[in-house]
């Protein structure tokens, strides 16, 4: 195995020292800028990236690992480092960036930091500089980068005109040994770590989270695709392989009008535990409600069962678009489902195209809200639907999201979660629905 040669860190400093030059002529302004902390900037393809310099121990060149049998794919190998073997890993690979960086006898560059007690080395296409920041400019990470999961960010900053991506090193690499410890048992056969990496990938392209609260269909999911495509090695997990996962794993009539049979379940279940505490007024929160289709469906289930009583509903989602859109939303009259009444309940704005009456739509308000901070709202709920929640929050966000809920509904309210999932709070207690997850808050 070879020994690796260090490269000096000098050149990175160059625009660190005219910095620093700079500031030493000035030491009388008192406008002068004082900086928090440094970052270590690279680029990957097109995009560029920064670490936290505390992180980093050194920059190396290197051109030749040792392979190891049965390592995930993003492991380009290990090598020796002054008698200390450590995994070098391609972040492009990694993190779906392309096709990651192309194996050859160059000298690549390597970022060795140290997560916790482990040192670990990073492959990325170009070093740029260390560049000095303040906290007041770094950004808190958006969801519509998309190139990386938000929960592996720690911040965004605009330098130059230049979007520059923080990644929090904590997270990416102590978030994929943790995703072992709470995904699955910890298992050594072989067959475990094949579904550990395919989780890894699957919440990297489609950023969801797959956890306790979703994990067991899931896991019945992923063993029907090893079966079906007869898998013997590491699974390699598309774009379009992870999407069918999680579409099969979301709940029944997602991001559409929900079927007859769907309101036939609901009303055996969720209905008939209202109407032991509901009579003229029905106060509903909807979770998620994306375009409004749900949204709607649920409106109208409720108002249909319960014998015309008041139904007010708060609709909350983070996509502001659809909240924006949901309000007004037009649909095709031949998706909608007979059970809600089209000449009734719609209106025809022309071309087969319908609207939801103005004076249904009157009685629901669409907020932009974060899941997150449901808290927030202090008004008490008699239903809430929070469908498939769980595959976009963390662990322990979920947990608490769930405690939350119980603070906001009245006791014996209801709650409809989605139909994979599974939850273990002591406020609440599961009813016997067909296929769906009903919960009554005890």
Known sequence: MNQVENMDFRYLMQNQKKINTTSSSHKDNKNIIE???????FKIGDEFYGIDIMAVKE???EKKFTRVPNALEFVRGVLNLRGDIIPVIDLAKMFNLGNGKKI????QSIIIIKVENLLIGIIVEQIQHVIPLRKSDIQP????????????????????NRLYVILDTDSVFSDKEKAKKETIPQDTDLTEEFFVYFVNQVEELCGVHI???????????????????????????????????????LSIHTDEFWESNLIDRFNDS??????????????VMDIGCGNGFETFSA????????????????AIDTNLASVSSASGLVVDGNIIPSWM?????????????YKIHKEINDKIYFEFHDAKNISANHKKFDIIIARDMSLYLKEAEYITFIDEIADRLIKGGVLMIGDNEVISNQKFTKVNADRLSIFIKN
């Open 141 to 160: 990470p958006s969801p519509l980068l998309g190139s990386i999961n938000e929960r592996y960010i720690s911040g965004v900053v605009d330098i130059n």
């Open 35 to 41: 900086y928090d902390f440094k970052i270590v900037s």
């Open 270 to 283: 969720a209905i008939a535990a209202l109407g032991k505490i509901c009579s003229d007024e029905v106060r």
């Open 104 to 107: 050859t006898n160059d000298l």
């Open 211 to 249: 956890n306790s609260a979703n994990k067991g269909k899931f896991r019945d999911y992923y063993n029907e695709y090893v079966t079906d495509n007869n898998i013997k090695e590491m699974p390699k997990v598309s774009k379009e392989i992870a999407e069918t996962m999680v579409n099969k794993v």
């Open 341 to 353: 009444e089209k000449q009734k309940n719609f209106i025809e704005v022309g071309g087969n195209q």
């Open 299 to 314: 409106y109208l289930a409720i108002h249909n069962s319960m014998n015309g009583a008041i139904v007010k509903l708060t």
């Open 59 to 61: 920059i190396l060149k």
